[in-house]
């Protein structure tokens, strides 16, 4: 199994599928997260295997100006 | 995936520009389109001062150190807004804008709202009964109004924040879906100087916001990642992620949407239908009907010239 982890939640997905279709299946969009694997981005093609840790960094800030 | 300039392991991929780029190229790439950007949009030149608002988040400091990098002599300006939320929120981005600063030998001015004006931003925004009980509005007022001040009193050219793109189409669908004309005709890159107000420029107007994120991951810069405990569930915020919802399904959406509408407030085609009421029809001065040109009219034209024709004959 693989991990993803975005802020306080986890998400668990089958190895072999691209990290694209994983943040699918967690209804994740995609456009808003950067993945990390082992402290390196990985891309959304990237193909994760078994005992993967995804750590997914939010991207999107608010406030006011 | 490869990088587009060398073939090695991509770490970047930027779908609206059809281009993947590895971590050295991409921390090229970043510096040299921010540097484009400031003299497309003639932004200021190396020989002026700028503020740079710093606020302990990503966008900011990423600003800085291309400015810092590109070699323009900016200085930061850190506003301490009073704001805890339980996670000692403006406390720790205040050490993170100060660390940046001391790692690169870099001059942060830090001004405290609380010791300036009596009271932290909260507290301001609950006597002043401003903002449905948040304190969004009297933070933004706030942040704007001093930042002003500031680049002005100490005599800085230009003040620059951290706006990326993603924040400039947030703010242009919310006020599209408003049709909130006022608004509309002043976004863009460059706020220029007028009586009182300091010349404001955003030159990551152009980069998304992910493009951001990933600069600060690349370069290892330690930036405030929790969000403001007040910025939850806010307007622009919504706005981002619907906006994300499109850019998946329609890689460019958000660039073309903000580039379409920086080209038409160009070209004068916002609000077209004043613009002809009011600065481009003349009346005709010898039918006195409205026409678009000087002079007469296409009809008195049209049968002016056909009584001469028939004259002729």
Redesign the interface.
């Given at each position: 199994m693989v991990k993803l982890i975005l802020r306080d939640k986890e998400y668990e997905v089958k190895a072999g599928m691209t990290l694209l279709s994983a943040l699918k299946k967690c209804n994740i969009?995609?456009?808003?997260v950067?993945a990390?694997r082992d402290g390196?981005?990985i891309?959304?093609?990237e193909i994760l295997r078994d005992g993967d840790v995804i750590k997914l960094?939010?991207?999107?800030?608010?406030?006011?100006? | 995936?490869k990088c587009k300039k060398c073939g090695e392991k991509?770490?970047?991929?930027m779908r609206q520009h059809k281009l993947?780029l590895c971590?050295e190229h991409y921390l090229e790439w970043v510096p040299e389109q921010t540097e484009r950007f400031i003299k497309k949009y003639e932004m200021f030149t190396h020989d002026e001062k700028v503020l740079v608002?710093v606020?302990g988040?990503?966008?900011s400091l990423a600003l800085w150190d291309i400015l810092h990098r590109l070699g323009y002599q900016a200085d930061g300006l850190y506003l301490g807004l009073g704001i805890d939320g339980g996670i000692g929120y403006s406390h720790e981005s205040q050490r993170l804008a100060q660390k940046f600063a001391d790692e690169r030998g870099l001059k942060l001015h830090v001004v405290d709202i609380e010791k300036e004006y009596g009271q932290p931003i909260p507290v301001l925004s609950e006597i002043s009964h401003r903002g449905h009980g948040k304190p969004?509005?009297v933070?933004?007022l706030v942040?704007?109004h001093e930042m002003n001040r500031i680049a002005r009193d100490l005599g800085y050219a230009v003040l620059a924040?951290g706006?990326n793109l993603?924040d400039e189409a947030a703010v242009l669908f919310g006020n599209t879906l408003n049709w909130s004309s006022e608004y509309l005709l002043r976004q863009g890159p460059v706020l220029p100087s007028s009586d009182g107000l300091a010349r404001k420029v955003k030159p990551l107007c152009r980069f998304y916001?992910?493009e951001?994120?990933?600069y600060c991951?690349?370069r290892g810069i330690e930036y405030i990642?929790e969000?403001?405990p007040f910025?939850?569930g806010?307007t622009?915020?919504y706005y981002?992620?619907l906006l994300?919802?499109l850019?998946?399904a329609r890689p460019g959406a958000k660039l073309t949407f903000y580039l379409k509408f920086l080209e038409a407030r160009k070209r004068g085609d916002l609000f077209i239908e004043q613009n002809v009421g009011q600065a481009h029809l003349h009346p005709c001065p010898k039918c006195g009907q409205p026409t678009s040109a000087p002079g007469l009219c296409s009809f008195c034209r049209m049968i002016e010239k056909t009584q001469q024709l028939t004259l002729s004959e």
């Amino acid at each position: 199994m693989v991990k993803l982890i975005l802020r306080d939640k986890e998400y668990e997905v089958k190895a072999g599928m691209t990290l694209l279709s994983a943040l699918k299946k967690c209804n994740i969009v995609p456009e808003s997260v950067i993945a990390t694997r082992d402290g390196e981005m990985i891309l959304e093609d990237e193909i994760l295997r078994d005992g993967d840790v995804i750590k997914l960094v939010a991207v999107i800030s608010g406030g006011t100006w | 995936m490869k990088c587009k300039k060398c073939g090695e392991k991509a770490s970047v991929n930027m779908r609206q520009h059809k281009l993947a780029l590895c971590k050295e190229h991409y921390l090229e790439w970043v510096p040299e389109q921010t540097e484009r950007f400031i003299k497309k949009y003639e932004m200021f030149t190396h020989d002026e001062k700028v503020l740079v608002a710093v606020s302990g988040g990503k966008d900011s400091l990423a600003l800085w150190d291309i400015l810092h990098r590109l070699g323009y002599q900016a200085d930061g300006l850190y506003l301490g807004l009073g704001i805890d939320g339980g996670i000692g929120y403006s406390h720790e981005s205040q050490r993170l804008a100060q660390k940046f600063a001391d790692e690169r030998g870099l001059k942060l001015h830090v001004v405290d709202i609380e010791k300036e004006y009596g009271q932290p931003i909260p507290v301001l925004s609950e006597i002043s009964h401003r903002g449905h009980g948040k304190p969004c509005a009297v933070c933004g007022l706030v942040k704007r109004h001093e930042m002003n001040r500031i680049a002005r009193d100490l005599g800085y050219a230009v003040l620059a924040t951290g706006h990326n793109l993603d924040d400039e189409a947030a703010v242009l669908f919310g006020n599209t879906l408003n049709w909130s004309s006022e608004y509309l005709l002043r976004q863009g890159p460059v706020l220029p100087s007028s009586d009182g107000l300091a010349r404001k420029v955003k030159p990551l107007c152009r980069f998304y916001e992910r493009e951001m994120t990933a600069y600060c991951l690349l370069r290892g810069i330690e930036y405030i990642y929790e969000e403001c405990p007040f910025a939850e569930g806010s307007t622009s915020i919504y706005y981002k992620e619907l906006l994300n919802q499109l850019e998946t399904a329609r890689p460019g959406a958000k660039l073309t949407f903000y580039l379409k509408f920086l080209e038409a407030r160009k070209r004068g085609d916002l609000f077209i239908e004043q613009n002809v009421g009011q600065a481009h029809l003349h009346p005709c001065p010898k039918c006195g009907q409205p026409t678009s040109a000087p002079g007469l009219c296409s009809f008195c034209r049209m049968i002016e010239k056909t009584q001469q024709l028939t004259l002729s004959e």
